[in-house]
T-cell receptor, first 115, second 111 residues
Framework: NAGVTQTPKFRVLKTGQSMTLLCAQD?????MYWYRQDPGMGLRLIHY???????AKGEVPDGYNVSRLKKQNFLLGLESAAPSQTSVYFC??????????????FGPGTRLTVL | SQQGEEDPQALSIQEGENATMNCSYK?????LQWYRQNSGRGLVHLILIRSNEREKHSGRLRVTLDTSKKSSSLLITASRAADTASYFC???????????FGAGTRLTVKP
């Protein structure tokens, strides 16, 4: 059981470049999330998905897009990277929040720097 | 905006002492969770307490919840150097599919 994995682990982009972060989970979770974590702050939710083929906006969605074509994968895209998107990105997955198993399982993070 | 706010922002104690961290939140919740994050790593779930529960234990962890004050506390007893980490509370709001995290308490346990 690999849990939640993220690729890549590190990335440096120039302003205006695009990239996709990949998250994969092997726990058959319905829910998946993308967060960003900035120094001195907690995690802020970017987008999330309640199941295959569905996505929804979180707290800070601007500048990001997501797709959930397969249940086990959740992709986060940056179409035109900006320095303000320099951050550590975490993916997480969980069973439905309405069930008793509501804990989120987190990936190791992707450290992104936009120059 | 962030739902939970932890207090204190940083806490430094000696090994063997107890550590208490507090979390306050703003809206009605379904449940509240505590997570730990070691430096440079992802978050790890510690404990979940539901809105109809007042206290919960897990090993050296004790969590309390006061919904009337919209606050929770995490107590780590007999702390160890390995407990050094940042601790976050996260709230699940009714009729909402996401969770909101606080900014965290950075705990340092000195050997």
């Amino acid at each position: 059981n690999a849990g939640v994995t993220q690729t890549p682990k590190f990335r440096v982009l120039k302003t205006g470049q695009s990239m996709t972060l990949l998250c994969a989970q092997d726990m058959n979770h319905e829910y998946m999330y993308w967060y960003r974590q900035d120094p001195g702050m907690g995690l802020r939710l970017i987008h999330y998905s309640v199941g295959e083929g569905t996505t929804a906006k979180g707290e800070v969605p601007d500048g990001y897009n997501v797709s959930r074509l397969k249940k086990q994968n959740f992709l986060l895209g940056l179409e035109s990277a900006a320095p303000s998107q320099t951050s550590v990105y975490f993916c997480a997955s969980s069973y439905s929040p309405g069930t008793s198993k509501n804990e989120q399982f987190f990936g190791p993070g992707t450290r992104l720097t936009v120059l | 905006s962030q739902q939970g706010e932890e207090d204190p922002q940083a806490l430094s104690i000696q090994e063997g002492e107890n550590a208490t961290m507090n979390c306050s939140y703003k809206t009605s919740i379904n449940n509240l969770q505590w997570y730990r994050q070691n430096s440079g790593r992802g978050l790890v779930h510690l404990i979940l307490i539901r809105s109809n529960e007042r206290e919960k234990h897990s090993g050296r962890l004790r969590v309390t919840l006061d919904t009337s004050k919209k606050s929770s506390s995490l107590l780590i007893t007999a702390s160890r150097a390995a407990d050094t980490a940042s601790y976050f509370c996260a709230t699940a709001v009714y009729n909402n599919n996401d969770m909101r995290f606080g900014a965290g308490t950075r705990l340092t346990v000195k050997p």
